[in-house]
């Protein structure tokens, strides 16, 4: 793989903590790093399995059901989409 490298005249120091060990290019041509960029998994495959509370939220705020999802036991009874997304 090819090793990253910053643009002339970037400075890298304008978007790193003062107290960083690591610049952005140590960062980016870190191999673990490079390894979440790259999935595990393809089309087709088994999903990581995961169980988490349901909520409700059809009154504007949160509300426990007492129930839980189970990503495996929901996808053997129809397809799941799971969408990841940030807000901030």
């Not at 059901?65 to 129809?78: D, P, S, V």
Request: proline share 9%; charged share 25%.
């Amino acid at each position: 793989m090819a090793e990253h490298k910053l643009p002339e005249g970037f400075d890298w120091r304008a978007i790193t903590p003062e107290d960083s060990p690591k610049t952005p290019i140590d960062v980016m041509n870190d191999p673990q790093h490079r390894a979440l960029a790259t999935p595990d998994l393809t089309s087709g495959d088994v999903a990581f399995d995961f169980e988490l509370p349901v909520s409700d939220f059809s009154d504007g705020t949160e509300r426990a059901t007492g129930e839980t999802f189970h990503l495996l036991g929901e996808a053997q009874e129809r397809p799941v989409a799971l969408i990841f997304g940030s807000y901030t």
